[in-house]
């Protein structure tokens, strides 16, 4: 179901009034309950409301991709009305178009106060990301894939709330503890394990794939294995950095 550019556009526009009122909204709640709020400097202000931003993102895209995948009728097996790659909705299709508004938006973020707000390995993940995301919702092709990825989106808000612990001086409390382990097992779940459930449905489905244009066909392939060794390189680094927090709490 080819998006389009009068769709795009009023998708974009709603993504920026909503990700203006949650960034003002994020900049209000964190004045009024944090303390060390109005301590930060602006480039750590810019990025605390930043991740606000991020974690409604994440909260929203995660809940839709977890529908769409497991308990969603249209890209199931036993649902005959075409092949699966090709399948779309109205609501599949503008859940992507949020997706590709936010990712827009926060690479614009991290690219204009580079490096402050995350280095290449972020801007990699972004470029892949609106790339397959925007080809996803413009085409309708392989859209079970795109959501199969998204969900990996479920472990930003731990990620965004050991930034908040650390830069509000919680570093060593339980609560930060807490997180890392919850971290491991969310990272392992949705961006280790899931993973290998994807590239065993892409081999499941492979002949149907075959049909996709040769671009979305690349786009399957090449995005989950690119994004998949960054996972695990990340998940070494979260392996380390929690062994080395239980070892001090002994």
Known sequence: MPVSKEAVMTIKSYQNQAELLAYELGQLISSLYFKSYVSLTKIQRIEWNNRCISTLHAFFITAMSLYFVFFSELYSDHRHAGLVPFRSSSVSTFTLGISVGY?????????WFYPSLGGMEYVLHHLLSIVSVAYSMLSGEGQLYTYMVLISETTTPGINLRWYLDT?????SNAY???GVVIFFAWLVARVLLFGYLFYHVYLHYSQIQRMHIFG???????PLVLSVM???WFGKIIKGLRKQLAKRQ
């Open 103 to 111: 990712f827009l938006t926060d690479i614009g973020m991290i690219l």
């Open 168 to 172: 509000a001086g919680l570093k060593r």
């Open 177 to 179: 503890l807490i997180n």
């Open 217 to 223: 066909i690349m786009l399957v392939f090449i995005v």
């Open 231 to 233: 996972n695990l390189m």
